[in-house]
């Protein structure tokens, strides 16, 4: 995120505090006016600048009440990225010198649209699974954005988690008359249930994971292609996530805090055995990758021995299955390639309330996680000592937790986060015997 100043975080008047938006530089640049869709005066453009559709990074300006003339985003995105534009169009041919405000042109085809091009000429199936839990609506949404990808081999598995009626198996076969949508039924609830009943259902099969409040990109299957294809050697990708809206203050702070990405940004980056020593795999952050946006080789879930079932959501953990899936594979060995030009749009949690216990899910799936990891492996205990002094410069303050809050961010966030860091390991044997009682409770 570059440019702009403070966050703006009040709505008043009529005021949002920020308006999210795509900008293309292969079209001439437009005037941003000061308002949303329905009028409402807001106070900073969130953009994606993009770049023959390749997502470059999310820049934030202030709105002026006239709002923002093209030439001026013009000099905006060169200040932020334009030494990676120039290259860009010096490679696809064209002229790098060319002003930004007109659109970018280049001869022939982008490189960047011909490797992807290339890719789509031998794309390998992928199965979208798509976890849920009566969130009909939201699961919709979902589903539209994935019905509308631009990749030829694709289904759609949509996992509905001890569902309370049916209105998701009704929006289910709604969209399977649209396009290939299959439905399973995981009666045990928790997410790493619903996760590991869809890895029984689709053996030797690439999967592709995206939560039910989120929109996929219509490239976003495309690039986790390109992924596999640039790096053979890749168990996992994982992708970036922007967001959705930016309506409500509670939506601008968990981008404060990092948003799911948390430092990441938009650079292509591999994890694997030999890149321990710059992050270490029991040290998340920033993140290697987020369940939110994941893709699996066949096999590779198999391997580590599935999601741990007492983390998740709809357990006392709360979260970090993900997580713990991450750190599983690159100790064993394997290889995970961030890839942002992946990119899927999610829905903040609009009010306080649910932000704050967003913070404290997070803190507590955190040390959960570890808990899971000495669990299995006492010895792994001495290599988390020796992260501690890490871990508490990020979580008191200085480090890229915290890098990015501003002057109106609550603290009490904070102190929820480290009040569910304290809960994780009780948290994490409460799950393991929730577990045993729920898998009990669903045997005929």
């Not at 940004?265 to 591999?270: C, L, S």
């Amino acid at each position: 995120m570059g440019g702009g100043g403070r966050v703006t975080t009040a709505v008043e008047h009529g005021v949002v505090p920020g308006i999210v938006r795509d900008v293309g530089l292969s079209a001439p640049l437009p005037h941003l006016a000061p308002h949303d869709d329905t009028g409402r005066r807001a106070a900073q453009a969130w953009l994606l600048v993009r770049l023959f559709t390749e997502p470059l990074g999310l820049l934030t300006l202030d709105l002026p009440d006239e709002g923002l003339p093209a030439t001026a985003l013009a000099d905006a995105i060169e200040r932020e990225y334009g030494l990676g534009i120039r290259e860009r169009i010096a490679r696809g041919g064209g002229d790098p010198a060319a002003p930004l405000v007109g659109g970018v042109r280049v001869p022939g085809v982008a490189p960047f649209l011909a490797r992807r091009k290339e890719v789509l000429s031998d794309a390998p199936p992928i199965t979208v699974v798509l976890c849920t839990r009566d969130r009909p609506d939201a699961l919709a949404t979902c589903l539209d954005s994935l019905l509308a990808q631009q990749y030829p081999s694709f289904r759609v598995l949509v996992v509905d988690n001890a569902p309370s009626d049916e209105s998701s198996a009704q929006v289910v076969r709604a969209a399977a008359e649209r396009g290939p949508v299959d439905y399973l039924l995981a009666p045990v609830p928790g997410l790493s249930h619903a996760r590991n009943a869809a890895v029984v259902a689709t053996p030797g099969e690439i999967l592709a994971w995206i939560d039910d409040d989120e929109i996929a990109d219509p490239h976003w299957l495309a690039e986790i292609a390109r992924a596999l294809a640039d790096h053979p050697m890749a168990d996992v990708v994982s992708g970036v996530i922007v967001p959705a809206e930016l309506e409500t203050p509670a939506q601008v702070w968990f981008e404060q805090f990092g948003g799911h990405s948390k430092g990441r940004g938009f650079t292509r980056a591999v994890f694997s055995p030999a890149t321990a020593k710059t992050q270490s795999p029991l040290y998340p952050l920033p993140p290697f990758g987020t369940g939110a946006n994941m893709a699996f080789r066949p096999r590779v879930i198999e391997r580590i021995g599935g999601f741990d079932t007492a983390l998740g959501a709809g357990t006392p953990a709360m979260g970090s299955e993900d997580t713990l899936a991450f750190t599983q594979v690159l100790r064993s060995g394997g290889t995970i390639v961030y890839q942002p030009t992946a990119l899927v749009r999610h829905f903040h949690r609009r009010d306080l309330d649910g932000l704050r216990r967003q913070m404290v899910g997070y803190g507590t799936g955190l040390t959960a996680a570890y808990t899971a990891l000495v669990r299995r492996n006492p010895l792994v205990l001495f290599p988390l000592v020796r992260l501690v002094p890490t871990a508490l410069r990020d979580v008191l303050g200085g480090g890229l937790r915290t890098a990015t809050i501003r002057e109106d961010f609550p603290r009490e966030l904070l102190s929820a986060n480290r009040r569910g860091m304290l809960r994780g390991p009780r948290a994490y044997f409460a799950g393991r015997r929730q577990d045993r009682q729920r898998i009990k409770s669903a045997q005929p």
